[in-house]
């Protein structure tokens, strides 16, 4: 481990996690004009979307509903997952069918936080959680204790998932499990969870999960501000993962990484140990999944075991194989046209919607090996 930790930070030493300066190295990230498109697409998703949705009169053609706007923060949660699969798979070869898990943990994290929030206006106005109350529990698990604080659950966020990545990867990298023998050990992994969750003995609501939120941090869920707000905070999210995973993949250590994929062999046999680096990038995405999960549950207003379910997981595995595996934008671009359609389609006609999907990956993956983003790009990032 120790030698490990020297190759590490000997890689970074002149890339652009290293000691360059900031501009120069964001500069190398991405032509002016990408800069432009993204900067700009930020701009319109944190500040014109709440503007629209608070300053323009419910009348008014440019006014944007309160379902768009939680429409919207949904899906970009969802392209924040997205993102952080492409780091895993796109870069580093490693296709997880259980990144749900990840993301469901995150938001079971944040949701124990919003259900302590509601104190007593419950339905039972107790001070326990309506679901303790309904099954009869007395006082609260010792895991829930002090989930009524933010600060812990706000890092309870990130370390379960990232934790419970780390000791799984460890053993499975360690022994080197790889290819789709790691996929579907990823995958019993969240339907274990999900199975677990879905008991009530286990304290985390059974089948019906967390629900009925009231406020986050004193403001009302429901308010219109407090949506906006969380729909901005989203977004940033989102941004500043995109701009992290690039500085890491153009990094030496992510041109590691595209080794590792590429011939993990070869580079075990030029000194490198890919255990390290395949761990420290799993356990990474799992942090991003939570943090996302996070951000969902207030504006969905609810999480459950379904969330977990190994056919979500397949599900990002498809987002980012439809927009372009290996190129970070690809990925964003590929949640949002899903889940759009998605969203469209549920309501027109629903019953079709898996036929869609199922036909939809078999286009891409028949005839357009780099995804929609590759439509619009001849070289690789």
């Given amino acids: 481990m120790a030698t490990m930790a020297r190759r590490l930070l000997g890689l970074g030493g002149d890339s652009s996690l290293g000691r360059v300066q900031l501009a120069p190295a964001l500069r190398l990230l991405y032509p002016p004009r990408t800069w432009s498109i993204l900067i700009g697409g930020y701009l319109v998703l944190a500040l014109l979307v709440p503007i629209l949705n608070l300053a323009i009169p419910a009348g008014s053609v440019l006014h944007l509903s309160d379902y768009a706007v939680s429409l919207g923060g949904k899906i970009l949660c969802y392209a924040t997952v ?38 007593t206006d419950g339905v039972y106005g107790s001070t326990l959680p309506d679901f303790m109350v309904f099954l009869d529990w007395k006082e609260l698990p010792w895991y829930w204790h002090g989930s009524d604080r933010f600060l812990q659950q706000a890092a309870l966020v990130v370390i379960a998932p990232a934790l419970l990545a780390f000791v799984f990867g460890w053993f499975a990298f360690r022994s080197r499990i790889r290819g789709v023998y790691f996929a579907i050990i990823t995958q019993a992994l969240t339907f274990a969870f999900m199975l677990l969750f879905f008991r ?43 701009i992290g995973c690039r500085l890491l993949v153009r990094s030496k250590f992510g041109r590691v990484l595209t080794a590792i994929r590429d011939a993990e062999d070869r580079v075990r046999f030029c000194g490198y140990d890919p255990v390290g680096f395949k761990l420290f990038v799993w356990t990474l995405s799992a942090a991003i999944c939570g943090i996302a999960g996070a951000l969902y549950v207030p504006q969905v207003g609810i999480i459950n075991p379904s969330e977990m379910s190994p056919a979500n997981s397949v599900e990002i595995a498809i987002w980012v194989a439809v927009g372009g595996r290996g190129t970070l934008l690809g990925p964003v671009l590929g949640a949002a046209l899903i889940n759009g ?33 590759g439509l619009f790009r001849r070289e690789e990032p």
């Fill in 82 to 119: 997205a993102l952080a699969m492409d780091l895993v798979w796109g870069y580093a070869g490693i296709l997880s069918l259980g990144h749900g898990l990840f993301f469901a943990l995150g938001g079971y994290a944040m949701g124990m936080y919003l259900m302590r929030a509601i104190g």
């Fill in 341 to 373: 359609a998605k969203s469209w389609l549920t309501v027109a006609a629903p019953d079709l919607w898996l036929y869609v999907l199922g036909l939809l990956f078999i286009v891409v993956t028949r005839w357009l090996p780099k995804g929609v983003l």
């Fill in 200 to 242: 009530n003995q286990t304290g985390f609501g059974g089948n019906n999960g967390f629900t009925d939120f009231k406020r986050i941090l004193g403001f009302p869920l429901a308010s219109p501000r407090t949506r906006a707000a969380l729909f901005a905070l989203s977004a940033t999210l989102l941004f500043a993962a995109l």
